[in-house]
């Protein structure tokens, strides 16, 4: 069994597109999206058009969350932008996604942990970066549920990973399919989070029928980065239109 697991898409229609084409040529009918999915300055309605469209089970994620539930005057960026560009429809569909999701036995989905949809489960900030949690905090992180799974997949961080936990489940972060960078500025732990290339990222995930343990692959694909640079430009965001044509944060952002 084989499912294709994409994450962080933050409005990136190209992106999103791409990797669904990709999939399919695969021969990968299973698709699982772990949340963040319109918020961002690119095609949010487009991209929640889409994922509801073709039916993609998600989980939400906070963007997901704040764009559905927080009153449009304390929104800023890229939520603001994505609450006036998508419709109500979508809006009740983002803030309705489930926390988590079990797409096969013994597989558990969600957006950071599976309590939190603003913690990273694999890794915390270091001197402005985010580095590999210990496996202890990994452990404390994951909670029962995710101890008891075989495979815990999480999102968020837009980091892509596979770590297979000591005496616990396989861990699989796809990676961000749409936002290859961006920076925390809020307190106490600001930090920027880099994939140091612009490729949309997702990962398969591999369940042997015969039992034997879980594998997965990290995909890194090439798409139109360019276009989604020059909606980012056209809509007064240099910031996102340099991170989605280099996978990193410019200094003076």
Do not use: K
Request: one cysteine or more; proline letters at 9%; charged letters at 20%.
């Amino acid at each position: 069994m084989r499912i294709a697991v994409i994450a962080d898409i933050h409005g990136n229609l190209p992106a999103l597109e791409a990797a669904l084409d990709d999939i399919a040529a695969r021969g990968i009918a299973q698709v699982l999206c772990l949340g963040d999915c319109a918020s961002g300055m690119l095609w949010p309605r487009e991209t929640a058009a889409l994922l509801m469209a073709r039916e993609i089970p998600s989980v939400r994620g906070n963007h997901d969350r704040w764009v559905a539930e927080q009153e449009p005057g304390t929104m800023r960026g890229q939520d603001a932008f994505a609450h006036a560009e998508t419709t109500p429809d979508q809006r009740a569909w983002l803030g309705g996604l489930p926390t988590r999701i079990i797409p096969a036995p013994g597989v558990l989905a969600c957006h950071g942990t599976p309590e939190s949809d603003t913690t990273n489960l694999l890794e915390e900030p270091v001197h402005g970066h985010l580095r590999p949690a210990a496996p202890e905090v990994v452990r404390a992180r994951l909670g029962a549920d995710g101890i008891a799974a075989r495979v815990v997949l999480c999102g968020h961080s837009h980091q892509a990973s596979v770590t297979q936990l000591p005496d616990g489940p396989l861990v699989v972060n796809p990676g961000s399919l749409g936002c290859p960078a961006f920076r925390v500025t809020r307190p106490p732990h600001s930090h920027r989070s880099e994939a140091r290339s612009p490729h949309a990222r997702y990962a398969i995930l591999h369940l042997p029928e015969d039992g034997s343990a879980p594998s997965a692959d990290l995909i890194a694909l090439r798409y139109d980065w360019d276009a989604a640079s020059r909606r980012a430009e056209s809509l007064g965001s240099p910031a996102w239109a340099y991170a989605l044509r280099t996978g990193f944060i410019p200094d003076e952002a």
